[in-house]
């Protein structure tokens, strides 16, 4: 079956604009997290949906990003007035219960702010 | 807080040499402890896990054991293999909350034929 998929898989963006970022969990699976990963580093916890809700959002950075979920599947991440150090990979892993299952990666999205 | 922290890369080794990554973590509570792998062009995999304490996680020849006395959760393998190369991410799962993941910085590894 299909796994995770992230749209755009890359997006170059100038300073100050906005950008959607897309995550498609597996079918059926009611929990979705979206992390960040600078260069070198490992990936940080941004948001944590459990079915619509945004269950957990204490990982975003500040009021720039915002994340949504309307229908319980698809996620949108949000980023506006980007900053260059917003440049990462934008990780998005769904599991399938809740909080305790496996978390399930997808490819990410790479951000480049100019 | 939780935090975790792994032996810093990179690591070069020749093909069936043994490996160990040291991980060590900082956490409330007794969380459930995770090995992932970051193939070159591939997103993060689950390696392996441990749930609770003198627990061993194994898979694809890697082994991991939870050791609560030393808050550690080293990776090890006994003969390593040029597929082998990769990224290793050590991370633990927070008890409360979202139980989000917690990852340590990486640790990037490459066999030599």
């Known amino acids: 079956g299909a796994g995770v998929s992230q749209t755009p898989s890359n997006k170059v963006t100038e300073k100050g604009k906005y950008v959607e970022l897309r995550c498609d969990p597996i079918s059926g699976h009611t929990a979705l997290y979206w992390y960040r990963q600078s260069l070198g580093q490992g990936p940080e916890f941004l948001i944590y949906?459990?079915?619509?809700?945004?269950?957990?959002d204490s990982g975003l950075p500040n009021d720039r990003f915002f994340a949504v979920r309307p229908e319980g599947s698809v996620s949108t991440l949000k980023i506006q007035r980007t900053e260059r150090g917003d440049s990462a990979v934008y990780l998005c892993?769904?599991?399938?219960?809740?909080?305790?299952?496996?978390?399930?990666f997808g490819p990410g999205t790479r951000l480049t702010v100019l | 807080g939780n935090s975790v922290t792994q032996m810093e890369g990179p690591v070069t080794l020749s093909e069936e040499a043994f490996l160990t990554i040291n991980c060590t973590y900082t956490?409330?509570?007794?969380?459930?402890l995770f090995w992932y792998v970051q193939y070159p062009g591939e997103g993060l995999q689950l390696l392996l896990k441990a749930t609770k304490a003198d627990d061993k996680g194994s898979n694809k020849g890697f082994e991991a054991t939870y050791r609560k006395e030393t808050t550690s959760f080293h990776l090890e393998k006994g003969s390593v293999q040029v597929s082998d190369s990769a990224v290793y991410f050590c991370?633990?799962?927070?008890?409360?909350?979202?139980?989000?993941?917690?990852f340590g910085q990486g640790t990037r590894l490459t066999i030599n034929p």
């Open positions: 991370a633990l799962r927070t008890i409360q909350g979202a139980q989000k993941l917690v």
């Open positions: 892993a769904s599991s399938s219960q809740g909080a305790r299952d496996e978390q399930f």
């Open positions: 956490a409330t509570g007794y969380p459930s």
């Open positions: 949906f459990q079915g619509t809700g945004a269950a957990d």
